[in-house]
């Protein structure tokens, strides 16, 4: 799949997902998102990977005239505090906002505390803070939806790779046949069910509900309506810790 894929676009896919750092080899990284992903990607649409709003961020002007009014304004005669403030313009002028964001002035700010180190913190000083935090907020949440949007792309060429593969031998999983049961329409289908089962059901006991899929549950639920919907019907979920074999039959 790597192989015969646009390597710009596959290179520019990792780097979003890895937020460009490398923790992992490729090979683990890939293997991790799917193992973990695949199966919520085939539950989702692709509405549900955009679905992150992304904060607003200050304009490079406004962001250099934040960093610049950190560095002029006037602060309390306290060394942690010139401490406090000067690791958080390393971190600005950095771009680490996880950092800024994280401790210090900032986490003060953001709790509504109107003083630091036992020394009230200016209106002026306090504002610049909300300011940049702002503008971290608008940065990390823009890299999470970045890498979420990078992660479904992924899984969707995964998926047409993967879908190929098992077209080619003939296979299929266990789980391909919920998912294609649950595409099927079953809840417009109920007569035509009832005809081939030469019956209409009158009765579901689901033992151990509490393990069923959303994908199971699609599959499930027409029949559970259709059920539900007529008088003569009945449906009952169960678990072993709450009730005994011999109290179903």
Known sequence: MLAGGDQSEIRTLLHLLSKGEVARSVNDQLHSLVSDLYGL??????????AIPRPPRLTDDKLAAAIEALVQCELPKHKSIVESRDKDLSAARAGDWLTLAGGGLAKCVLGGKTSYYNKPIDDGLAEIYRALVRHAKGVLVGQLADQTRAARQFLQKFDEHYRRLKLSRRALRFEDITLALGKSK???????????????????????????????????RPLVEDVANRSDGFSQTTSDSEVGWEQCI
Do not use: G, K, P
């Open 186 to 220: 079953l809840v417009e289908r109920a007569e035509q069910l009832a005809f081939r089962l030469d019956t209409r059901l009158s009765h579901l006991l689901f033992d151990e509900f509490q393990d069923t899929s959303l994908e199971q549950w699609n599959v499930l």
């Open 41 to 50: 990607y085939q539950e989702t649409t692709e509405e549900a990977w955009e």
